[in-house]
Structure formats: C-alpha cells, structure tokens
C-alpha cells in the first residue's frame, strides 16, 4: 500500500467517525445531505460519552453547498436533543439564508434548539413517530443572580422566538402557551409535541418521511431553475 493510499484511508475513517460518511464519495446526486444529530456542541466541548454533531464541521458543509454549482438543494437531516443555543441559532440563519431550495425532516426528535433548525429550511417534514419539545432556555453551571442575567436570558429568548415565528406558521400566542405550559413535562416546564400534533400548530409543514422530503425538494429545485 503506498502513502497515497493509507492517507487516504486514514482519511475516509476520519471521516465515517466525524460524519458518518466516507470521504469523496462520489454520490451521483445535485443535493446535500446534512445530519444534525445528538447534541449540538458549541464553544464548550461535549462530554465523551455523548453523541454530537460539532457546528464548526456543519458551518463548512454549508458553505460548500452554497458555492458548490453542483448542489442544487439542500436535504437536512434533524434527530437531537438541543445543545448550545448560540451555535444552534447560528446553523439556523445559516441554513435559513441560503439562495438554494432547503427541506428538512425531522426523525426521532428535534427538540429545544433543534426547533428553529426544523424550521430554518424552506419546507419542513416530521415522520409521524417524531417528537419535537418546545421550552424556555435552560442553562448550567454557574449563574450570577443580577437583573443582568435575567435580561441576557430574556433578550436570548426573544431572539429564539421571533426566528421561529420568522420561519414558520405557528402562532404566537400558541408558542408562548406551548413553551411555558406546566402540566406536559415533569419538574418543568414546556410541551411535546408529536408528529401530526407539530403540523396542526403551524410549526412544521407536512408529516411524512424521507421519500416525501426528496420529492419535495427535487420539485423545488426543479421549480428554482
């Protein structure tokens, strides 16, 4: 085996580790997959026994289909529980201000911050098992107990909210009931929602799997050109 060789196998493992992918595939296909899964790692470092999909390796993938004249659309992928909410907020303009057709489905769950990520793309699915948890910021750690912090909180609150209600149909009045009701989620506060449950709100477009996410988006690109 010459060096050529082991690089790039050491580099198609790299790869399937971080991404669940090998490197160069060559897929015959005008559109970009991208996963969000697990928890979404910001500026601190997850856990080692977490699954999380890094927002520094999302920011290039994202970059690349935009430039890419190959890339026609752009399929996103959502199964995670939330994570950083600055760095979720960030794949969410991101992937919202793209020019390129975007759908994204939801599988398994898109829950806390993955809600605006379901709701960033042009079209949205969600399989009919999927749930999706609507609730205020949460943080851990240390927290200085001053009015400052209370309206960091607030303002980081609002800026969630006016994306969502940006991106999607439901209304305002429904996502504030939704995000504090009290009798939904035990020790907290906050809502589920399930399937069907996310389109009768508005939140999300149509309940259907990865066929109907395809199909979708190959009509949309198909209509972009």
Known sequence: MTNTDENNLQEKSDNIKEFGVPANLEFKTNVQFVSIIGEIEGHSIAGSD?????????????ISAQLNPKVEGILIILNTIGGDVEAGLALAEMINSTNKPTVSLVLGGGHSIGVPLATSTDYSFIVPTATMTIHPIRTTGLVIGVPQTFNYFKKMQQRINKFVLRTSDIKEEDFIKLMYATDELANDVGTILIGEEAVKYGLIN????????????????????
């Not at 977490?50 to 994202?62: F, G, N, V």
């Not at 149509?206 to 050109?225: C, F, P, R, W």
């Open 206 to 225: 149509e309940v259907g799997g990865l066929s109907n996410a395809l199909d979708k988006l190959d009509k949309m690109i198909v209509s972009n050109k």
């Open 50 to 62: 977490k699954k999380s999909t890094k927002y520094e390796h999302i920011i290039p993938l994202l």
